[in-house]
């Protein structure tokens, strides 16, 4: 089992970065698939950015494909997320998810992440 904690959200304007963190507890980061989501008020969890185990592979979402950036330092069981050039449709609540076993082919879809952090809050004013 692990326990995920993010941090790093806040309040910026249009155009600004944010560098998002999840720390990873009880368990290796190492041995989870790990992703971004995000939620707005009265919309639906959305894919945001996802990384294999080892770093090998990384998936975005077309909607901050080329803007955000998810990484990944095993040592310090910390997953991260670079956003630049934020826009107000960014604002959010992004959560941290991991899952051991997810297939490559799931790792968009949240009902295949069994670990969740509490969220972070992000806004971005124009």
């Known amino acids: 089992q692990v326990q995920l904690v993010e941090s790093g959200g806040g309040l910026v304007q249009a155009g600004d970065s944010l560098r998002l963190s999840c720390l990873a507890s009880?368990?290796?980061?190492?041995?989870?698939?790990m992703a971004w989501f995000r939620q707005a008020p009265g919309q639906e969890r959305e894919f945001v950015a996802a990384?294999?185990?080892?770093?090998?592979?990384?998936y975005y979402s077309d909607s901050v494909k080329g803007r955000f950036t998810i990484s990944r330092d095993n040592a310090k069981n910390t997953v991260s997320l670079q956003m630049n050039s934020l826009k107000p449709e960014d604002t959010a609540v992004y959560y941290c998810?991991?899952?051991?076993?997810?297939?490559?082919?799931?790792?968009?879809?949240?009902?295949?992440?069994?670990?969740w952090g509490q969220g972070t809050q992000v806004t971005v004013s124009s």
């Open positions: 998810a991991a899952d051991s076993y997810i297939a490559a082919s799931s790792m968009r879809r949240s009902r295949g992440y069994a670990y």
């Open positions: 009880g368990r290796t980061a190492s041995s989870y698939n």
């Open positions: 990384i294999s185990r080892a770093a090998i592979s990384t």
